[in-house]
């Protein structure tokens, strides 16, 4: 059974772009959950969707924003990059339960 | 506000002993923790979990301890090996509050494991 693949896994932009990162959870898995990793900061939750509807939100300015399709993949979009988004960007799938998810291996943005 | 704390941001152990990793809590609506290992240019892997109407869970030579009115749990390594070192880290979760269970994290904790 494949794991939790995250496309790509590295990605340089500039201030002021925008930048789409992608999650393919595992097969049946309908949450797909978004994290911010920065040191010092430990992981930080973005959102969650579950069949296509955003379920949860974690405290980050408007510019992150994602979106499920009916395959379950998820994208998250980050527009406006500042220096600060520089990070490690984690997707986590379940078939529905927190507890029960797993992490992919990460895209780590790097903004100059 | 950090509701999860892990106050050690490294521990280094000498292989063949015990680690111990430290977590607080602050918020009393969380009733699951979890403890997460991750490695370098990985993601994290659960490794360890326990519910709120226990105060100890154990598998293999990992235990963790909860202790509710302390809002204190900690993991235990014993005895600790060299593929033990890693970045681990604890979370939180409300179970009960179904539909709105976000993770919670540390900052984690760098376990170095000396040979």
């Known amino acids: 059974k494949a794991g939790v693949t995250q496309t790509p896994r590295y990605l340089i932009k500039t201030r002021g772009q925008q930048v789409t990162l992608s999650c393919s959870p595992i097969s049946g898995h309908r949450s797909v959950s978004w994290y911010q990793q920065t040191p010092g900061q430990g992981l930080q939750f973005l959102f969650e969707y579950f069949s296509e509807t955003q379920r949860n939100k974690g405290n980050f300015p408007g510019r992150f924003s994602g979106r499920q399709f009916s395959n379950s993949r998820s994208e998250m979009n980050v527009s406006t990059l500042e220096l600060g988004d520089s990070a490690l960007y984690l997707c986590?799938?379940?078939?529905?339960?927190?507890?029960?998810?797993?992490f992919g291996q990460g895209t780590r943005l790097t903004v100059v | 506000d950090q509701q999860v704390k892990q106050n050690s941001p490294s521990l280094s152990v000498q292989e063949g002993r015990i680690s111990i990793l430290n977590c607080d809590y602050t918020n009393s609506m969380f009733d699951y923790f979890l403890w997460y290992k991750k490695y370098p240019a990985e993601g994290p892997t659960f490794l360890i979990s326990?519910?709120?109407?226990?105060d100890k869970n154990e598998d293999g030579r990992f235990t963790v301890f909860l202790n509710k009115s302390a809002k204190h749990l900690s993991l235990h390594i014993v005895p600790s090996q060299p593929g033990d070192s890693a970045v681990y880290f604890c979370a939180a979760l409300p179970l009960s509050n179904f539909g709105n269970e976000k993770l919670t994290f540390g900052t984690g904790t760098r376990l170095t494991i000396i040979p």
């Open positions: 326990i519910s709120s109407i226990k």
């Open positions: 986590a799938s379940s078939l529905d339960r927190a507890a029960e998810a797993f």
